[in-house]
């Protein structure tokens, strides 16, 4: 089965941009995770959806959202970019089983806000 | 909600020697213990894990140890390599709720 994949891969936006990534989960997952990364905080929670409706959220501002569409490929879309939306932004699908996601990650896509 | 914390944020060995990350965990509802590998430029891969009904795993020269009533778990790398070299994650998850710890920068000496 082919992996995650996320494109694009790199962006370069203006502060006060908006942008939009996309995440193709594996075949056959149907939950899809959005997490940012930065070097000094980690793997950050954004939110996971499932059969198209969020499920979980983290604790981002509202400018961050997403959505889910009927083949499972998610979309997260961040408004009025700040300089610190800077970051790795990676997505994880997973296959509910026995209780548990067992998650996979995307290659991400690392945006720069200038 | 859950919180991870991890120790150390860096580690570094002499190739062969062991290496020991740490993690704690806060939420007794937690059944599921993954560990990532992400070298650089690269994404986190999934290198173990471990579910709540099981104490110990071992794959090779990795394993994974979990202590439910005290809230924390453990990696355990043996006979270490430069290729094990890499930044590893921590995570805990209650169903499709998962928090990681904010990762450990192992690096291996030749």
């Known amino acids: 089965k082919a992996g995650v994949t996320q494109t694009p891969r790199y962006l370069i936006k203006t502060r006060g941009q908006q942008v939009t990534l996309s995440c193709s989960p594996i075949?056959?997952?149907?939950?899809v995770s959005w997490y940012q990364q930065t070097p000094g905080q980690g793997l950050q929670f954004l939110f996971e959806y499932f059969s198209e409706t969020q499920r979980n959220k983290g604790n981002f501002p509202g400018r961050f959202s997403g959505r889910q569409f009927s083949n499972s490929r998610s979309e997260m879309n961040v408004s009025t970019l700040e300089l610190g939306d800077s970051a790795l932004y990676l997505c994880?699908?997973?296959?509910?089983?026995?209780?548990?996601?067992?998650?996979?990650f995307g290659p991400g896509t690392r945006l720069t806000v200038t | 909600g859950e919180n991870v914390e991890q120790h150390p944020s860096t580690l570094s060995v002499q190739e062969g020697d062991s290496a020991v990350i740490k993690c704690t965990y806060s939420?007794?509802?937690?059944?599921?213990f993954p560990w990532y590998k992400q070298e650089l430029g690269k994404r986190p891969q999934l290198i173990i894990d471990?579910?709540?009904?099981?104490g110990e795993k071992k794959d090779q020269r990795i394993a994974v140890t979990l202590n439910k009533t005290a809230k924390h778990f453990s990696l355990h790398i043996t006979e270490t390599q430069p290729e094990d070299s890499a930044v590893y994650f921590c995570?805990?998850?209650?169903?499709?709720?998962?928090?990681f710890g904010a990762g450990t920068r192992l690096t291996v000496k030749p």
């Open positions: 939420d007794s509802a937690s059944n599921y």
């Open positions: 995570a805990a998850s209650k169903w499709n709720d998962m928090r």
């Open positions: 075949s056959g997952h149907r939950s």
């Open positions: 994880a699908s997973s296959l509910e089983q026995g209780g548990v996601h067992e998650q996979y």
């Open positions: 471990i579910r709540s009904n099981v």
